[in-house]
């Protein structure tokens, strides 16, 4: 992450800043000196031409770097690699096709008009609708129980889930609702003398 870092900074320096400033010396300084002026104008189309082909080539292993050397070696003093790559590769590729790139940049050229409109009208109605959602959400009342929600999704409990019950014990049959059993009970009870307790309030026991 940091070379990667280090790279872009250097990149942007060494490979827009410094050619930068130096074809703005060529020309307030030196306007009449054509091969100066012919050198940057070449730098900079060979730098428009990476940068419109990156999309296919920033896949290669250290890309950062090589393009860094890459662009140093263009406009460094002693190699001036602008005019050896202008001469062997740009100008050739672009003079053969050059007729047919013409016409389609014209054709683009007569279309912008309406791209732009198209595209301002479309930025403008999405911006738009966006900044009513945004207002919208802002100006709302929350929902009451969004806390308690937000609570319950937290502690992952579900109002909507069936509670769990203990299964039942079998019902059992109580003695008494037996005859036969209320009978073997009062004559047991007979047996032993067994006298019900009478409670202070009147009520048995």
Not at 146 to 156: D, I, L, M, P, V
Not at 187 to 193: D, P, Q, S, V, Y
Request: proline share 7%; net charge positive.
């Amino acid at each position: 992450m940091l070379g990667e870092l280090l790279s872009k900074i250097l990149l942007l320096l060494f490979g827009y800043a410094m050619p930068a400033f130096e074809c703005f010396k060529t020309v307030e300084t030196r306007p009449n000196d054509a091969h100066l002026l012919r050198f940057w104008c070449q730098y900079w189309i060979i730098v428009a031409m990476v940068i419109a082909f990156e999309s296919l080539i920033s896949w290669m292993p250290m890309y950062g770097e090589i393009k860094l050397a890459f662009f140093v070696y263009l406009w460094y003093p002693k190699t001036k690699g602008s005019d050896v790559v202008y001469d062997t590769f740009v100008r050739p590729v672009v003079m053969q096709y050059e007729p047919n790139i013409e016409q389609r940049l014209l054709h683009l050229r007569a279309k912008s008009g309406q791209l732009l409109t198209f595209y301002v009208k479309n930025f403008a109605d999405k911006g738009t609708a966006f900044f009513m959602d945004v207002l919208r959400y802002v100006v709302s009342d929350k929902p009451e129980g969004s806390n308690a929600e937000q609570r319950n999704k937290k502690s992952g409990w579900n109002p909507f889930a069936t509670k769990r019950r203990p299964p039942s014990p079998p019902p059992q049959e109580s003695i008494f609702d037996n005859p036969d059993a209320a009978v073997i009970a009062e004559a047991l009870r007979a047996t032993i003398g067994a006298q019900p307790r009478r409670a202070q309030n009147g009520k048995h026991y």
